[in-house]
């Protein structure tokens, strides 16, 4: 299985970004997907998910700013990110998970645990 995020940069404050996260040898169809973010610590947040049949979760810290979308066809999951602020400042992590995906967990425990992990995509946000 790879998995490839890509898309992170650094932004301003109140800018946008859209991350993308490529799969390759691994059942994308039937599996619930996610994006987590990782903070100094090794802690990761789960910060957005898309079921198979399309339902969408988002913690609370990014409703109305971020939207997670996947393309089947092509393996893809997409996170668009508006109105970033400094806060959101970590490294994105996409990930293939079980309905329902721990919400806070160290990295370490989550990439050897999931059988889908990718190493991530800074994302910066300068005030």
């Not at 799969?23 to 910060?47: I, K, N």
């Not at 996409?94 to 995906?101: T, Y």
Request: charged share 15%; proline share 4%.
């Amino acid at each position: 299985v790879q998995v490839v995020e890509s898309g992170g940069s650094t932004v301003q404050a109140g800018g946008s970004l859209r991350l993308s996260c490529k799969l390759s040898g691994f059942h994308f169809h039937d599996s619930d997907m996610a994006w987590y973010r990782q903070t100094p610590g090794d802690e990761c947040e789960l910060v957005s998910s898309i079921s198979s049949d399309g339902r969408a979760y988002y913690v609370d810290s990014v409703k109305g700013r971020f939207t997670v979308s996947q393309d089947k066809a092509q393996n893809l999951m997409y996170l668009q990110m508006n109105t970033l602020k400094p806060e959101d400042t970590a490294v994105y992590h996409c990930a293939a998970v079980p309905p329902q995906p721990l919400m806070v967990a160290t990295c370490a425990r989550l990439s050897n645990a999931l059988d889908a992990w990718g190493q991530g995509t800074l994302v910066t946000v300068s005030s």
